[in-house]
C-alpha cells in the first residue's frame, strides 16, 4: 500500500555563511580579500534530516532554542532553498513562519486581509471567498476599515492569526504562534486547533509546549544541534524533550538515592499501576505523591502518601524497597497521560525531586467509556506489598 | 496577483498622508521643469533655435525623472522587502516589478501631461506618437535590467545604491535634457555621436523626436553607420540578459542574506 505523502524531506542540510566581521559593502569585501580573511563562518545549521508527513498528520517539530527547528521550517516553505538533500511537497502548502507578514500599518484591515493573503498565494476570490469568516474569527467587525496602526497589538495580532488558520490550504506550517491573544481568543485557537485535527488536516507545528504537542499532534520529531534525535510518539519526544531541558536547567535527580519503575495495566475498566521503589540508603522524612497528568500539564488524579498511607514514610525511613499498587476507576478522558511520582518532605510537605515519565498510556476517543456528566472523582484502592 | 496587490499598496501608500496626493506625481517633474525652464530657458537662453523648446524640456526631465526614479525603487527593492523575502516564497522578481511599477505609473501619467503640454504649445498631432509606447518600453527595460542586475548585487554590498547616485548625477550632465544635443554638434560632432550612444540619451531623443518635432537630433539621423546606430539597443539587450541570469542564480539565497 503506497502512503498518501503530504511532505518528504529526505537527506536535507543547510549551511549559513555567518560573516565574521563586518562584510556588508564593499570595501570590507575588499579588505578581506586582501588580508586573506573569507569574511563568513559557515555554519551548519541541519545535518542529514529526513522527515515523512503524510497526509492527515499533525506533525510537531520540538527543538530548544537555535537547533535549527525554523529553519527546517524555513525550507519546508520555501524560503530557503536546501544544500543538499530534496524537499517534496504535494499539495498547497500555507506557512506561517511569522504572523502578520506583510502587514502594513498604513493600510486599514480589510486591505491587510488581501495584501496577507496575496503573499500566501491566494487569488482575490479566494481572500473574498475566506474574508467574512477571518473577520468573524478575529472578533473585529467593526474596525475593518480603521487603518491597521490604530489597532492594539493585540487586535493586530487577532488579525494575523485569523488570516492565518482560515486560510485553506491543504498543508499548513506554523511556527510558535499559539500563545496569541487573550484566553478567550487563545481557547478559541486550540478548538480549531482541535478541529483541524478532526478534520485531518495536515498540520506541521513548531513549539516549546510539550502540551501542545501531546495534545494535538499524531507525531513529533525533535531536533538538536540540526539533527533528528528522536521521532515518533510525541509523549516518548516530549519526554525526552523535557528531559534534555531539565539536564541543563536544574540537576533534580541526584539529591535523592532511589530508584521509581511502573507498570500499568488497563483492564475490566480498572487502571492498575504498579510501582516499585527502592531507596538506596534510608531516606528521612520522605513521602510520595503519585500523579497523573494529562497532555503533559494538567494533574488529573493525585494520591499522597502523606495522607493516605503513612507507612511509605516508614518503609522509606528504613530503607527498604517496596511496591505500591493503584487501582483506580478507568474514567479517564481521551488524551495522553504520563504518570509521575514525586518525592516531598513528609512534614512540610515541599518539593524535594521528582521521577518524570514512569509510565505513560493514552486514551483514543474510540476506548472511551466517560460521559460528561461523569462523577469526577477517581477511587483508589491502594495495595502495599513488600 | 499578488504583483497586482503589491504595486496596488504601493501606489496607495507613495503619497499617503500628503495634501495633494496623487497630484505629487504630475507636480514633482512639472516643478522640476519650472526650475529647469527658468534657468536654462530664461536666464541661460539655451535652445533658442529649437521649436517648442519648453516642451522639449519638459520631455526629456519626464523621461528622465522617469528612469532615475524607477532605477532608485527598482535597485533598493530586494532589501526594502527583505522582511517578506525572509518569511514567505514567492517569486523574487516580482519584489523588484512592483517596485518600479509606481515609477511606470508616474511616467505614463507624466506622458500624458507632455501631450496636453504639446497640444497647448501648437504642436501638431502626428502619426508618430504612435511609436511613443515603443521608448517607453526601451527605457523601462532599460531601467528593470539594472535594476535587477544593481538590486541583487545591492544584497551583499550596500554601497551599490550609493554609487548608483553619483553615477545618475554625473549621467545627467551626459544626457542632453536641459541643453539641447545640437550645443554639443556644434563644437564637436563626434562628442555628440558618442552622447547619443547612451541608450538613455537615445531614448529621450527619440521621444522628443516622435513627440514634438522631427527636426529633433537622434542617433538614427546624426550617426551614419548603421551598425553603430544599434549600439544603444544592444545595450539594452545585453543588460537586461546579463541581469537576468544573475537575478536568477542569486535570488535562491536572498532570504539568507539580506
Known amino acids: 500500500m503506497s502512503k498518501d505523502i503530504a511532505i518528504s524531506v529526505s537527506h536535507v542540510s543547510k549551511s549559513f555563511r555567518l560573516p565574521t566581521e563586518r562584510s556588508w559593502g564593499l570595501k570590507q ?7 586573506g580573511i573569507k569574511g563568513f563562518k559557515e555554519q551548519r545549521v541541519l545535518r542529514d534530516i529526513n522527515l515523512e508527513v503524510e497526509r492527515g498528520e499533525f506533525v510537531g517539530i520540538v527543538g530548544r532554542n537555535g537547533s535549527g527547528k525554523s529553519t527546517l521550517l524555513k525550507i519546508l516553505a520555501g524560503v530557503y532553498t536546501p544544500e543538499k538533500g530534496s524537499v517534496q511537497i504535494n499539495g498547497k502548502l500555507v506557512p506561517f513562519i511569522e504572523l502578520g507578514v506583510g502587514f502594513n500599518p498604513e493600510l486599514s484591515g480589510r486591505e491587510n486581509v488581501y495584501l496577507n493573503g496575496a503573499l500566501l498565494g491566494f487569488s482575490n476570490k479566494e481572500v473574498d ?10 472578533e473585529l467587525e467593526e ?17 494575523a492569526f485569523s488570516v ?14 499559539l500563545a496569541v491573544g487573550d484566553e478567550a481568543f487563545q481557547r478559541k485557537c486550540f478548538n480549531y486547533f482541535e478541529n483541524l485535527k478532526q478534520q485531518k488536516q495536515t498540520v506541521v507545528l513548531v513549539t516549546h509546549s510539550m502540551e501542545h504537542v501531546q495534545r494535538f499532534c499524531d507525531k513529533a520529531i525533535m531536533i538538536e544541534n540540526g539533527r533528528v534525535v528522536c521521532s515518533g510518539n510525541p509523549i516518548e519526544v516530549a519526554n525526552k524533550y523535557s528531559k534534555s ?22 483492564e475490566n475498566g480498572k487502571l492498575t499501576i504498579n510501582s516499585k521503589i527502592k531507596p538506596q540508603a534510608p531516606l528521612k522524612d520522605l513521602a510520595l505523591v503519585f500523579v497523573i497528568l494529562r497532555n503533559g500539564s494538567q494533574i488529573t488524579y493525585r494520591w499522597a502518601s502523606r495522607q493516605d498511607c503513612p507507612e511509605i514514610t516508614k518503609k522509606l525511613k528504613k530503607g527498604e524497597s ?9 474514567i479517564f478522558p481521551d488524551g495522553n497521560y504520563v504518570f509521575q511520582i514525586r518525592a516531598v518532605d513528609a512534614n512540610t510537605g ?5 521521577f518524570n515519565n514512569v509510565a505513560d498510556f493514552s486514551v483514543t476517543p474510540r476506548d472511551q467509556q466517560w460521559a460528561e456528566d ?13 | 496577483m499578488l504583483l497586482k496587490e503589491l504595486i496596488k499598496t504601493d501606489f496607495k501608500l507613495r503619497y499617503q498622508g500628503s495634501v495633494l496626493g496623487y497630484l505629487w506625481a504630475i507636480l514633482r517633474p512639472m516643478l522640476m521643469f519650472a526650475i529647469l525652464y527658468v534657468v536654462f530657458a530664461r536666464i541661460l537662453r539655451f535652445g533658442s533655435e529649437i521649436p517648442h523648446y519648453p516642451v522639449y524640456l519638459l520631455t526629456g526631465t519626464v523621461m528622465w525623472s522617469f528612469f532615475t526614479e524607477c532605477c532608485g525603487q527598482g535597485i533598493q527593492s530586494v532589501v526594502f522587502r527583505g522582511d517578506l523575502l525572509r518569511k514567505i516564497s514567492f517569486p523574487k522578481w516580482i519584489v523588484v516589478v512592483s517596485n518600479t511599477a509606481t515609477a511606470v505609473i508616474n511616467l505614463l501619467i507624466n506622458i500624458v501631461v507632455v501631450i496636453i503640454f504639446a497640444l497647448i504649445n501648437g504642436v501638431q498631432p502626428m502619426l508618430s506618437w504612435l511609436l511613443v509606447p515603443v521608448i517607453i518600453i526601451e527605457l523601462y527595460a532599460l531601467a528593470l535590467g539594472i535594476s535587477f542586475l544593481l538590486g541583487a548585487i545591492n544584497v551583499r554590498y550596500r554601497d551599490v545604491g550609493s554609487i548608483w547616485d553619483v553615477l545618475m548625477q554625473a549621467m545627467f550632465y551626459a544626457v542632453p535634457i536641459i541643453y539641447p544635443i545640437s550645443m554639443v554638434a556644434d563644437t564637436s560632432p563626434f562628442m555628440a555621436k558618442v552622447l547619443l550612444l547612451n541608450p538613455i540619451a537615445q531614448c529621450i531623443q527619440d521621444m522628443r523626436y516622435t513627440l514634438i518635432t522631427h527636426e529633433t537630433i537622434t542617433s538614427w539621423n546624426y550617426i551614419g553607420n548603421h551598425l553603430i546606430q544599434l549600439i544603444p539597443i544592444a545595450i539594452v539587450v545585453v543588460v537586461s540578459i546579463v541581469a537576468s541570469f544573475y537575478f536568477r542564480k542569486k535570488s535562491p539565497r536572498f532570504a539568507e542574506e539580506v
Do not use: C, H
Request: cysteine-free; proline content about 1%.
Open chain 1, 374 to 386: 461523569a462523577f469526577w472523582k477517581i477511587s483508589t484502592e491502594a495495595k502495599l506489598s513488600d
Open chain 1, 164 to 177: 492565518a488558520i482560515r486560510a485553506r490550504g491543504d498543508i499548513l506550517v506554523l511556527d510558535e504562534v
Open chain 1, 245 to 266: 531541558n531539565a539536564l541543563s536547567d536544574e540537576e533534580e535527580k541526584p539529591n535523592i538515592k532511589m530508584s521509581v519503575s511502573a507498570k500499568l495495566k488497563r
Open chain 1, 129 to 138: 471567498k475566506m474574508y467574512n469568516e477571518i473577520v468573524e474569527f478575529a
Open chain 1, 322 to 330: 517496596f511496591s505500591v499498587e493503584l487501582s483506580l476507576d478507568d
Open chain 1, 350 to 354: 515541599a518539593k524535594i525531586a521528582s
Open chain 1, 143 to 159: 474596525f475593518m476599515d480603521q487603518k491597521l496602526k490604530n489597532y492594539s497589538s493585540g487586535m493586530q495580532v487577532r488579525l
Open chain 1, 29 to 35: 569585501a575588499i579588505f578581506n580579500r586582501l588580508r
